[in-house]
T-cell receptor, first 115, second 111 residues
């Protein structure tokens, strides 16, 4: 069964450093998403991406964040200058072509720890 | 009012019991509704979509009440493996719409 993969599973970084989280969505999916979940809190939407551009983003997704689909398979989230409060689990998700019922399939997540 | 609100629980019920969760949402323009489950420190996994007419998948039944802006999930004959956090998810019309997760309801099934 096809699945969303994410690397690395755990990333430790120093405050102020740049990190890139990587995702490989399911191959025939067209819509891609990033979420974060701070430990003990709810899943929060960050951004959705379609046709090589951002479709929607939340207030969390400020200028420190960017997304890219550099080739036909990878989907990345970059945090330019990490802060302590960026420590969280980051989930990538993908969804098949459009429609009202946009079921999303989540990757296993990358745990980001900012020291 | 929170955009999506759930009773955090925990619900602690014996195996075989029937348990029901509710979720309310504030945006009347919301179009798509889902229940996901999340095991501890794992990714959310789709349990079922919620259709206006209500839908059933084995032991699980989901209902949508647009007038009152709530959705529900009923689990019958609960199993130990049903122990998880159940997340209510609400989205807009298109696949690019902002997606709102509830904080989740924790369910623990005891033998």
């Amino acid at each position: 069964e096809p699945e969303v993969t994410q690397t690395p599973s755990h990333q430790v970084t120093q405050m102020g450093q740049e990190v890139i989280l990587r995702c490989v969505p399911i191959s025939n999916h067209l819509y891609f998403y990033w979420y974060r979940q701070i430990l003990g809190q709810k899943v929060e939407f960050l951004v959705s991406f379609y046709n090589n551009e951002i479709s929607e983003k939340s207030e969390i997704f400020d200028d420190q964040f960017s997304v890219e689909r550099p080739d036909g398979s990878n989907f990345t989230l970059k945090i330019r200058s990490t802060k302590l409060e960026d420590s969280a689990m980051y989930f990538c998700a993908s969804s098949p072509r459009g429609g009202q019922f946009n079921e999303q399939f989540f990757g296993p997540g990358t745990r980001l720890t900012v020291l | 009012r929170k955009e999506v609100e759930q009773d955090p629980g925990p619900f602690n019920v014996p195996e075989g019991a029937t348990v029901a969760f509710n979720c309310t949402y504030s945006n009347s323009a919301s179009q798509s509704f889902f229940w996901y489950r999340q095991d501890c420190r794992k990714e959310p996994k789709l349990l079922m979509s919620v259709y206006s007419s209500g839908n059933e998948d084995g032991r699980f039944t989901a209902q949508l009440n647009r007038a009152s802006q709530y959705i529900s999930l009923l689990i019958r004959d609960s199993k130990l493996s049903d122990s998880a956090t159940y997340l209510c998810v609400v989205t807009g019309y298109s696949s690019a719409s902002k997606i709102i997760f509830g904080s989740g309801t924790r369910l623990s099934i005891r033998p």
